[in-house]
């Protein structure tokens, strides 16, 4: 699929990053990056209530585990709408849902960015789907036209680096190998840490028009790999020590056999009987619509 989806005609280049660089190997690794990483929603959205007959905006919901999730919460009387940039990743959620049974959920194709909301919902949710915008605060805009006055937003995102050892180790293993991107690498936009900062992100979402914002810290278990050959492949395919091994190219490749020893030497301690399990931080933030 190219970056044209069904609302959202403009060309932005993080959405065609999206569908033709990383959707490939995120659809590899989706069992890591849907379940391994669950823990950061798992939690918020346990306690979570959702009023019955809810309906909730899922945004960058990737292969729609978490709108279906919120599908169940709402109930038969409530809807979920799940949007994505990347289609192939929709399709996944919509044979899920299918199989369960799950009828109030739909998904959508759109740049969240540029989607025209409707103030149709109660509930704007996203884990770690508001990280990658172009324009972080004309996309919270956008967001939050989402929803009827007093509705609310929960998104989850990660804290920084240093908080993140299952990023920041391995980017240290390949950068003791490899000079770190250049200043025009091709990214997915502004990457998984641009809203660590609870100040910043504080101030953008009060930009943004939103109100009441609030910061819970998540801390617990990834699970990175159900072997530490997986845990190795993830790593220089994807996330920050990812894009270092991507960027370099050839000289990358030249070097895999040396990068990839060390980065299984760096990663064993963390190997257990379930896999390889690392920690992790993220935020859950939540902010409100003015009434
Ligand atoms: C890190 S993934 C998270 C996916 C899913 N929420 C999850 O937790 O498994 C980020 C998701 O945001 C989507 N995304 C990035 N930019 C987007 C945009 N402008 N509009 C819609 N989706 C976007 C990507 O396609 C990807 O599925």
Known sequence: ?????????????????????????????????????????????????????????????????????LARKTGPDGFVLGLDCVDRFL??????AE????DNVRFQAEDVERYPFEPNFDLCFSRFGMMFFENPVAAMRNVR??????????????????????????????LDFLEPPGDDARTCGPGPFSMADPEVVEQQ?????????????????????ASLEEAI????????????????????????????AAMREALAPY???SGVVMPSSSWTITARQPR
């Open 91 to 96: 399709d996944h959620g919509r044979r899920e």
């Open 205 to 225: 979402l009060e930009i943004a028009g939103f109100e009441d914002v609030r910061f819970e810290r998540i801390d617990g278990p990834v699970t990175v790999g």
């Open 1 to 69: 699929m190219n970056s044209t989806t069904a609302a959202t005609t403009e060309t932005n280049p993080y959405v065609e990053f999206w569908n033709d660089t990383l959707a490939d190997k995120f659809e590899r690794f989706r069992e890591i990056l849907m379940n391994g990483l669950s823990y950061h929603s798992r939690v918020p959205l346990e306690r979570l209530h959702v009023e019955p007959g809810s309906r909730i905006v899922d945004v960058g919901c990737g292969w729609g585990d978490t709108a279906i999730q």
């Open 145 to 174: 036209k989402s929803l009827r006055p007093g509705g609310t937003l929960m998104f989850i995102v990660w804290r920084t680096i240093d908080d993140n050892p299952w990023f920041g180790l391995p980017k240290q293993v390949v």
């Open 233 to 260: 492949r993830f790593q220089l395919a994807i996330g920050p020590a990812g894009e270092v091994f991507r960027e370099a190219g050839e000289e990358a490749e030249r070097q895999r056999d040396r990068i990839e």
């Open 99 to 102: 199989a369960a049974g799950v």
């Open 271 to 273: 190997h257990e009987a």
